[in-house]
């Protein structure tokens, strides 16, 4: 639909009072109109897609209760539901929710329309594309196998394209602005949008092998240095920052009174973003990564605090004489506990990402305990203060149920106790039942003991989960009323002078150098990338300069073909959600896992694989640990070999047959980064994946099983029988003790 | 049994931390230099943005607040 949007010079008179003078002196205001329909679509995702996102979590939660529901297939196993519950809760519920806030406020904050309706509807439908994509993709077993950044490479070039379209929208709206000053909710806009761009660009890179796959461009403690530098930034900069940017402009908005401190914010904005880019090594304490860089992680997370304290201070104290207003409004309460699940996640981020508190939190389910404080509180509860306050404006009319929704905030409340009080307890009692030894000096527990005593705790958070959603179902119903009882205002209109006859009527005179950066995007762009490139920089360098160092393990050799094929598997039934990689030098995980992971035993790994949570036990020296035999049985029902387990079976495994046709390109890929492959091994490889799978069947029919040697399960057992192994084989030789 | 790894054996790269450090105590100073000697009435102006966004007295209903 079009709609005449912008005309200027038709002059109407403004009846507030201050207008008239400029009026006289400088001429008719510009009568305009803000794109509702915009905001209103994107709202409309918002609801859907975070309905379908905390579906899936739901399903992943039960799924480690009553493993059957992963009925039996490819695409509805947890390793797959897992990665769709992550990119659609963080790209489509939250990413549509910061598209809604931001179309919404930006015109408003810079007088003027967006710069192209066209544009705002590629970005919407672009953006939906890419979540469609996604999820068929990820369901399909198509991932890069980095978290969060799971996607494949054609949908990494089409989210760039897209959040370019959406970067120009943007700086398009606010170079026609009628308003000389970017008010804060901006910065942390295009803060958001630069260090979103850089963090996508930089981790996605890989190199293609076939249409829907690739391998990642780095290798081992460097990919994994990238990928927890974008992983734990894009918690920054993709569920921090445009929120705070929300915050900064809905909170003042539904208090109607103005930020508790505009210097304060201006703090807030640039020591975040300063400090936030350097912390992502604490994802990878006691991790085979360098040491400085470990403690490089951790000191800028711990100063992490005052920024986000005064973030959150801030926006409590905006509400300072409006305590009553609160009482009343479910608009306002649905903010109060965002930003106070804001202030409890960041005040919990820096003390995990203390060593000696890592080394308990970590690989754990305090971690996902965590998260959720952040994602149910800060973002979940924020998305829905401001559609709450958002669908009735639009629409014209009153909330359908303020009773309703004073009732989702209750049962939302109640879902986030239930969801992370039992997992803190989990967390804890994975750490001291895996930790704990005999006085005789053996592990107290075993893995699968552990596991076991989870399953009432995770049934209670599968409860958490399901109370929040039935909330969200409410709020669903709700605006749904609300909107039918309304009229939506698709074009609202305004008005306001142009910049240019403002600065006739200012003063000229002396001004503080920053409102030189203040008033000029494309500064503050610049600006804002200087400040989080710093970090990064820093922080790679030295990773990457000092390759040729990494002590490479001479016994560490390439994959095979069958082992790469087999780690292909490995990656596309998503084993990283519940299996890591990554042995840390604890007694008792050597006593359990054996000898602590090295850097260079990975180098040859892309993507890395070393994990983030156990529900599992680790893999890293799974290799020879268990006849072939074993790990047969086991992929074919876990609880025969493992009384009690709660990992899925994978029978497809053992029907689909090995694409062969694809491992000369693989090989070539793989040369291509470096992988010292023979000269023309691409052509030999086919034949000696075949000979390597020979030898598992003969060994397996040793054991009375029968199997044709080209099914992916003979793959990903050769890969499985590999892991760890090379070091053994360097300390059977007698080699170097490691560093 | 102590973790190393190969990093650690590069002279000088624990002078790293402390350069970082460094660059963001500079940053966080001028930061609060910037923000101290700002007029007050430069906030004020400012924070009252999002309050007035040029439809007020456009709107077609009453219950804007």
Known sequence: MNTPQESSGTNQPRSGAAAVPLQSSVGPMDQFAYDNKIVVWFAYATAFWGIIGMLAGLL???????????????????????PVHTNAVIFAFVGNGIFMGVYYSLQRLCKARMWSDKLSKIHFWGWQLIIVAAAVTLLAG??????????????????????????????????????????????????????????????????????????????????ALVQWWYGHNAVAFFLTTPYLGLMYYFLPKAANRPVYSYRLSVIHFWSLIFLYIWAGPHHLLYNALPGWAQSLGTVFSVMLIAPSWGGMLNGLLTLRG?????????????MVVAVTAYGMSTFEGPMLSLKTVNAISHFTDWTIAHVHVGALGWNGFLNFGVLYWLIPRIFRTELYSRKMANAHFWIGTLGIVFYTVPLYIAGLMQWSMLSQFTPEGTLKYQFLEAVQAMRPYYMLRSIGGLLYLIGAFLMCYNLFKTIRMGKALDNEPAQALPLERQQLVEKHGKEHWHRWIERRPIQMLLWSFVVVAIGGIIEFVPAFMVKENVPTISSVKPYTPLELEGRDIYVREGCYTCHSQQIRPFRDEVARYGEFSKAGESIYDRPFQWGSKRTGPDLAREGGKYPDSWHFNHMYEPTSMSNGSIMPPYPWLFRRTIDAGQMPAKIRAMQTLGVPYPEGYDQQAVKDMAEQAAGIQKRLAADKINIKSDKEIVALIAYLQRLGTDIKAEQAAGGAPMP | MKFRNYLETISGIGILPVISLLIFFLFFSALLVWVVKSRKQHFTDMEQLPLEDGSENLSLSSSES
Request: glycine share 6%; hydrophobic share 50%.
């Open chain 1, 60 to 82: 992943a939660a039960l799924q480690l209760t009553f493993p059957s529901l992963s009925f039996n297939a490819a695409a509805t196993t947890f390793g797959r539901v897992r």
């Open chain 1, 322 to 334: 409006a305590w009553d207003k609160v009482r009343e409004e479910p608009v306002l309460k649905f």
């Open chain 1, 142 to 223: 198509y991932t890069t196998g980095k978290e969060y950044a799971e996607l494949e490479w054609p949908i990494d070039i089409l989210i760039t394209v897209i959040w370019v379209v959406f970067g120009w929208n943007m700086f398009g709206t606010i170079l026609k602005r009628r308003e000389r000053h970017l008010y804060v909710a901006i910065w942390f806009y295009i803060g958001t949008w630069v260090t979103v761009a850089m963090l996508h660009i930089v981790n996605s890179m890989e190199l293609p092998f076939s249409m829907l796959k690739s391998y990642s461009a780095y290798a081992g403690m460097q990919d």
